[in-house]
């Protein structure tokens, strides 16, 4: 009995797998070609290449924005999509608190439910010193983990994250990498796109468009 319920909590956890996913921008040149792979929650997959090779279009084909040349996506489980674009995107007059709190406002908690939640998103991120910060006095670093952590609120299904430390420097980037795990523990589907190898090596595991069965056919 204890068995099934296992695996039907597992069901129930959101999902994305790729089958035989291609994309190219012309009949004879593609980005990638034959991929197969399967995104579960409570992990997250790093996607890796060289600059040109798909990752940012891979995301957007992730998230729907975009439609496959060949191939689908089966997705189960994934309404609400969350995304952290490179250059951290917040209003520079508004708190830490303030970018965390709105996400469960807006899914109908009460202000003061909200704001300790938002509380606790901050603190697994290593903000909780600067929740009362402007966006616009965060350093590089903490703006990044900042997004991150809205990212978070408001348990989205599927987060996908976009170069996440490329414009910042090593010691920056490393206290972003050092958080991604908390994006694991939140339950939902994450996807990061990034050349960075620490970031990568702080991914559960990664999908790498340079392999071979991601090439351009050359027929």
Known sequence: MQRNITLSAELDLPRLTLHGLGHGFSPDRYLFRHLDADFRANSVTGITGPSGS?????????????????????????SAVRWVFQNPIGVPQRTALDHVTLPYLAVGLSRVRSEEL?????KDFGLQASANKRATHLSGGE???????????????LILVDEPTAQLDRATAATVNSVLGELARSGAVVIVASHDQETLRACTNTLDLAAPAAQSDST
Do not use: C, H, Y
């Open 143 to 157: 703006a990044q983990r900042l997004m991150l952590a809205r990212a978070v609120a408001g348990n989205p299904d």
């Open 54 to 78: 798909g990752k940012s279009t891979l995301l957007s084909i992730i998230a729907g924005w975009e439609s496959p040349k060949e191939g689908f996506i089966e997705r189960s489980g994934i």
């Open 118 to 122: 938002a509380l606790q998103r901050l």
